[in-house]
Antibody, heavy 122, light 110 residues
Framework: QLQLQESGPGLVKPSETLSLTCTVS??????????WGWIRQPPGKGLEWIGS???????YYNPSLKSRVTISVDTSKNQFSLKLSSVTAADTAVYYC??????????????WGQGTLVTVSS | QSALTQPASVSGSPGQSITISCTGT?????????VSWYQQHPGKAPKLMIY???KRPSGVSNRFSGSKSGNTASLTISGLQAEDEADYYC??????????FGGGTKLTVL
């Protein structure tokens, strides 16, 4: 059974780069069945899709964040990562990683990691 | 891209049925059968309830069902139970090869 776990700093200074890692267990990140995605949720607000990546390199980003976002995969560690540059207080949110199934079987995000709160503050 | 439109809140009594709508455009909800629904309890990660408009993952109660008409998708919960009280989010694939979520709906079981 696939499980995902986010890790990274809980506090980032304004203008710096937010970096998070998602460790995948119970399956291979190189599986042809899955993309790997990041979604965030500001405190008290709704979900926002950040981006999704296939292990071979295809990436899709939210247009509103595209200029600041990079998602990458490390197959040797069975991990994928999120980098968000030039952060401001508006980037304060719970960040979730998720397995993104997008193939002939359908389109869904499942399972999700437990989420990690990242606060942008000096 | 704009978030899909959901009602901020809905409510119902135990045993009743409720429906949550999710309105988009012909470039997302109306153009593809790639609408999914997620349940989120406070402090928890979202849980997949419906995918591809009306398909139910194994383990999800058959009290949950999905449908779509034009640019609006709907999630119906029948036989409401106290444990169904949560936030619900829809999501759709878009013509730009991106994904967009709805603003979320808070379900209160009276």
């Amino acid at each position: 059974q696939l499980q995902l776990q986010e890790s990274g700093p809980g506090l980032v200074k304004p203008s710096e780069t937010l970096s998070l890692t998602c460790t995948v267990s119970g399956g291979s990140i190189s599986s042809s069945s899955y993309y790997w995605g990041w979604i965030r949720q500001p405190p008290g607000k709704g979900l926002e899709w950040i981006g999704s990546m296939y292990y071979s390199g295809s990436t899709y980003y939210n247009p509103s964040l595209k200029s600041r976002v990079t998602i990458s995969v490390d197959t040797s560690k069975n991990q994928f990562s999120l980098k968000l540059s030039s952060v401001t207080a508006a980037d304060t949110a719970v960040y979730y990683c998720a397995s993104h199934n997008w193939n002939y079987e359908g389109d869904w995000f499942d399972p999700w990691g437990q989420g990690t709160l990242v606060t942008v503050s000096s | 891209q704009s978030a899909l439109t959901q009602p901020a809140s809905v409510s119902g009594s135990p045993g009743q049925s409720i429906t949550i709508s999710c309105t988009g455009t012909s470039s997302d909800v109306g153009g593809y059968n790639y609408v999914s629904w997620y349940q989120q309890h406070p402090g928890k990660a979202p849980k997949l309830m419906i995918y591809d408009v009306s398909k139910r993952p194994s383990g999800v109660s058959n009290r949950f069902s999905g449908s779509k008409s034009g640019n609006t998708a709907s999630l119906t919960i029948s036989g409401l139970q106290a444990e169904d009280e949560a936030d619900y989010y829809c999501s759709s694939y878009t013509s730009s090869s991106t994904w967009v979520f709805g603003g979320g709906t808070k379900l209160t079981v009276l």
